[in-house]
Protein backbone atom coordinates (compact mmCIF):
# COMPACT_ATOMS: atom_id res chain seq x y z
CA UNK A 1 0.00 0.00 0.00
CA UNK A 2 2.70 2.63 0.97
CA UNK A 3 4.65 1.90 -2.74
CA UNK A 4 1.57 2.61 -4.41
CA UNK A 5 1.41 5.42 -2.52
CA UNK A 6 4.65 6.73 -3.50
CA UNK A 7 4.64 5.71 -6.96
CA UNK A 8 1.31 7.42 -7.28
CA UNK A 9 3.09 10.56 -5.81
CA UNK A 10 6.07 10.03 -8.26
CA UNK A 11 3.81 10.03 -11.01
CA UNK A 12 2.03 13.02 -10.32
CA UNK A 13 5.03 14.96 -9.39
CA UNK A 14 5.80 14.94 -13.75
CA UNK A 15 2.45 16.98 -14.07
CA UNK A 16 2.93 20.75 -14.52
CA UNK A 17 -0.04 23.24 -14.58
CA UNK A 18 -0.09 26.64 -16.31
CA UNK A 19 -2.85 29.05 -16.66
CA UNK A 20 -3.37 32.50 -18.33
CA UNK A 21 -5.56 35.08 -18.34
CA UNK A 22 -8.50 34.61 -20.96
CA UNK A 23 -9.09 38.56 -20.72
CA UNK A 24 -5.94 40.75 -21.53
CA UNK A 25 -7.35 43.72 -22.48
CA UNK A 26 -7.90 47.57 -20.28
CA UNK A 27 -10.76 47.82 -18.83
CA UNK A 28 -10.65 51.05 -20.25
CA UNK A 29 -10.84 49.54 -23.18
CA UNK A 30 -14.04 48.38 -22.84
CA UNK A 31 -17.15 49.83 -24.08
CA UNK A 32 -20.06 47.33 -24.17
CA UNK A 33 -21.42 44.04 -22.32
CA UNK A 34 -23.56 41.58 -23.76
CA UNK A 35 -25.31 39.23 -21.36
CA UNK A 36 -27.01 36.38 -22.87
CA UNK A 37 -28.84 33.22 -22.02
CA UNK A 38 -30.78 31.70 -24.85
CA UNK A 39 -32.69 34.32 -26.84
CA UNK A 40 -32.71 36.60 -24.09
CA UNK A 41 -30.09 39.09 -24.06
CA UNK A 42 -28.93 42.64 -22.20
CA UNK A 43 -26.62 44.90 -23.40
CA UNK A 44 -24.68 47.01 -21.20
CA UNK A 45 -22.92 50.15 -22.91
CA UNK A 46 -20.52 52.77 -21.60
CA UNK A 47 -20.75 56.31 -22.64
CA UNK A 48 -18.51 58.62 -21.15
CA UNK A 49 -17.81 57.25 -17.64
CA UNK A 50 -21.36 56.78 -16.90
CA UNK A 51 -22.44 52.46 -17.82
CA UNK A 52 -25.97 51.96 -19.15
CA UNK A 53 -28.50 49.80 -20.38
CA UNK A 54 -28.83 49.81 -24.12
CA UNK A 55 -32.26 50.45 -25.47
CA UNK A 56 -33.34 52.51 -21.91
CA UNK A 57 -32.11 56.11 -21.36
CA UNK A 58 -32.87 56.03 -17.70
CA UNK A 59 -31.42 53.04 -16.34
CA UNK A 60 -27.87 54.01 -15.65
CA UNK A 61 -25.50 51.25 -13.48
CA UNK A 62 -23.35 52.02 -10.58
CA UNK A 63 -19.98 51.95 -10.99
CA UNK A 64 -19.10 50.25 -8.26
CA UNK A 65 -21.42 47.08 -9.72
CA UNK A 66 -19.56 47.36 -13.37
CA UNK A 67 -16.19 47.32 -11.18
CA UNK A 68 -17.67 44.17 -9.15
CA UNK A 69 -18.14 42.25 -12.82
CA UNK A 70 -14.81 43.55 -13.87
CA UNK A 71 -12.97 41.86 -11.14
CA UNK A 72 -15.07 38.60 -10.78
CA UNK A 73 -15.42 38.48 -14.64
CA UNK A 74 -12.22 39.52 -16.70
CA UNK A 75 -9.46 38.33 -13.40
CA UNK A 76 -10.89 34.70 -15.05
CA UNK A 77 -8.01 32.22 -15.98
CA UNK A 78 -7.71 29.38 -18.26
CA UNK A 79 -5.49 26.16 -16.88
CA UNK A 80 -3.85 23.66 -18.83
CA UNK A 81 -2.64 20.26 -17.31
CA UNK A 82 0.61 19.16 -19.18
CA UNK A 83 1.88 16.09 -18.29
CA UNK A 84 4.75 14.44 -20.19
Known sequence: MIGIFFL???SQS????TSKAVFNDD?????K???QKGEEAIEL????TLWRISGNDTL?????????LFDKVLKVNRGT???E
Open 81 to 83: LIS
Open 14 to 17: KLDS
Open 60 to 68: EIKSRSMDN
Open 33 to 35: FLI
Open 45 to 48: ARVD
Open 8 to 10: NKS
Open 27 to 31: TEDIF
